[in-house]
């Protein structure tokens, strides 16, 4: 219940402010907060597939090298960004709701992803990472801004859901 | 609906169901029991056919359930299949010996670059995941709306346009990779090769070149070009066509291989 208010108040003060796929950042002391939301022309089923399917990510996906493992509740990935090409991201699935939330993280930091189904074949997605720590502070400048690495996640799932959702019938 | 018409109708989607069956199995026998078994199938629940759809979507409904069982069991081919089976086929000289045979005895064994083209598609289709492989084949070749393919598969119609859009992209990969008749850099020549050793007196490229494929492999995009590749897969009846008996030798042969391969 709380993990579910945690999230409504993510998606809707992000969906207030980050429309379009324009994304937002919230600087704290011990975090900070990098939100992205996109309105895609297409079935939740289809965003949550392309979402989950782990090897098939670097097809679609600009901001994704590779991801290995299987992408379900409670397994492990090794994730490797454009943003940092050089470092491996091991991570844990940790909330996986088939076609509304999925979830993954580390000890530095988590990333969720909601979708909502607005009906008319329209679905809003949420893509949210909270980065901090008791060391937060030490580190932070090091960090380079999630912005553009967001935004082109958004529209690269935003492109490849909607042509996918337009095959023709 | 009678029996009397069921029957004709049935008689009417056989050669369409037996090629599909063909295509998803790679297996002639496979293939055959598997139209048995959807007629039987059919028949005992005739009772039960409300028109809600067409027939021949309700045929190939039965007819994709039992070939999902049937190979449930069975392993995916993998995307190098040609590589392989070639290199079995070169040492294995009954194979070469069998198909001289058939071309020297049927009527069915023209060695046709279209027709290699539709066999090899059918061979790195079964890299694909099963059911990336039948929307393809359901869509691309026997030509079900997305909405047919759903009540066949028993998917929504989201899913239907994802694992075709998959299936695509990966043929699309493959074949941009592999095939030397649309990419220089293929690496596969099989269809020269085999050509050149079927028809010794024809020149490959003068040939190659009446083919639609071929012809517009620098000029048009790639999803053009499997487009044009399925149409081939489309137009060829693998029971019927002219090159049928030696195509079929070439599939057992292959289904053989990797039988013990994967």
Same mark, same amino acid.
């Not at chain 1, 329209?122 to 909270?130: D, L, P, Q, R, S």
């Not at chain 2, 061979?123 to 929307?135: D, G, N, T």
């Not at chain 2, 346009?161 to 493959?174: F, V």
């Not at chain 2, 050149?196 to 012809?215: D, L």
């Given at each position: ?169 | ?129 099963? #059911? +990336?492989? @039948?929307? &393809?084949?359901? %869509?691309? =070749?026997? *030509?079900?709306?997305?909405? $047919? ?73 790639? #999803? +053009?070009? @499997?487009? &044009?590749?399925? %149409?081939? =897969?489309? *137009?060829?009846?693998?029971? $019927? ?22």
């Amino acid at each position: 219940m709380k993990r579910l208010f945690t999230v409504l108040t993510i998606m809707i003060s992000t969906m207030a402010m980050a429309q379009n796929g324009k994304a937002i950042t919230e600087k704290k002391t011990f975090s900070r907060t990098t939100s992205v939301s996109a309105e895609i022309k297409a079935d939740p089923a289809i965003i949550w597939k392309l979402l989950t399917s782990a090897l098939d990510y670097p097809r679609w996906n600009t901001t994704v090298i590779s991801i290995e493992g299987t992408i379900a509740a409670g397994e492990k990935i090794r994730l490797k960004s454009t943003m940092a090409p050089k470092r491996t991201f091991k991570l844990k699935v940790k909330e996986f709701e088939n076609e509304k939330c999925l979830a993954w993280g580390d000890g530095q930091g988590t990333r969720i992803y909601t979708l909502v189904n607005k009906g008319k074949g329209i679905t809003t997605f949420v893509m949210n990472e909270k980065i901090g720590g008791f060391m937060f502070p030490m580190y932070a400048k090091h960090i380079p801004s999630f912005d553009a690495s967001f935004e082109q996640f958004a529209a690269d799932l935003k492109k490849e859901a909607e042509t996918i959702q337009n095959t023709r019938k | 609906m009678t029996t009397e018409l069921f029957n004709e109708e049935f008689k009417g989607i056989t050669g369409q169901l037996r090629s599909y069956l063909l295509r998803i199995t790679a297996s002639v026998h496979d293939a055959e029991d598997i139209v048995h078994d959807t007629y039987i199938r059919a028949s005992e629940k005739l009772h039960t056919f409300r028109g809600e759809s067409s027939l021949k979507t309700w045929l190939f409904t039965i007819a994709s359930n039992l070939v999902k069982d049937n190979l449930r069991a069975k392993k995916r081919w993998p995307e190098n299949v040609t590589d392989i089976c070639k290199a079995a086929a070169h040492s294995n000289p009954q194979f070469f010996e069998e198909a001289m045979q058939i071309k020297a005895t049927s009527t069915q064994a023209a060695f046709e670059i279209k027709e290699h083209i539709a066999f090899c598609f059918t061979c790195i289709s079964k890299s694909l995941p099963l #059911e +990336q492989q @039948l929307c &393809l084949f359901l %869509k691309e =070749v026997y *030509e079900f709306k997305v909405s $047919e393919i759903a009540t066949i598969l028993d998917l929504s119609e989201a899913m239907v346009k994802y694992y075709l859009h998959m299936g695509r992209a990966k043929m699309i990969e493959i074949f941009d990779g592999r095939c030397a008749i649309i990419n220089k850099e293929g690496i596969c020549h099989q269809c020269s090769e085999l050509n050149g050793h079927y028809n010794p007196k024809q020149k490959f490229q003068e040939e190659v070149i009446k083919i639609e494929m071929a012809k517009e492999a620098q000029t048009v995009g790639k #999803e +053009q070009l @499997l487009d &044009l590749r399925m %149409k081939i =897969v489309n *137009e060829i009846d693998p029971f $019927e066509s002219g090159a049928a008996a030696l195509q079929l030798h070439h599939l057992e042969h292959n289904r053989n291989v990797m039988e013990k391969y994967v």
